[in-house]
């Protein structure tokens, strides 16, 4: 799976660095995945879960959410957006 803007993750690591290690090991995980439906995220990230056409993970023992757009035709996931949990539930996002 490739990923579409991983300068969110370096952008967001900046400002909070306690994500660091969560976000680098869900970068290697998604970088090694071949997902070809949204069951095969939910086997690899049994916390994700599907909102509409985005998958939101949880980030460092859920302080921070990842939502992600994912195109499993083109083995490509767009990040959309990196929160705090917080900013998460302010739904925001969902715009």
Do not use: C
Request: no cysteine.
């Amino acid at each position: 799976m490739r990923i579409v803007s991983e300068k969110a993750i370096r952008e967001f690591v900046e400002k909070h660095p306690d994500a660091a290690a969560s976000l680098g090991h869900w970068r290697r995980v998604v970088r090694g995945a071949s997902w070809k439906a949204s069951a095969d995220v939910e086997a690899t990230f049994s916390s994700s879960d599907l909102v509409g056409d985005r998958t939101v993970f949880d980030i460092a023992q859920n302080r921070y959410r990842l939502i992600a757009f994912i195109s499993f035709r083109r083995q490509a996931l767009y990040i959309k957006a990196i929160l705090s949990h917080k900013a998460y539930d302010k739904g925001m996002w969902k715009q």
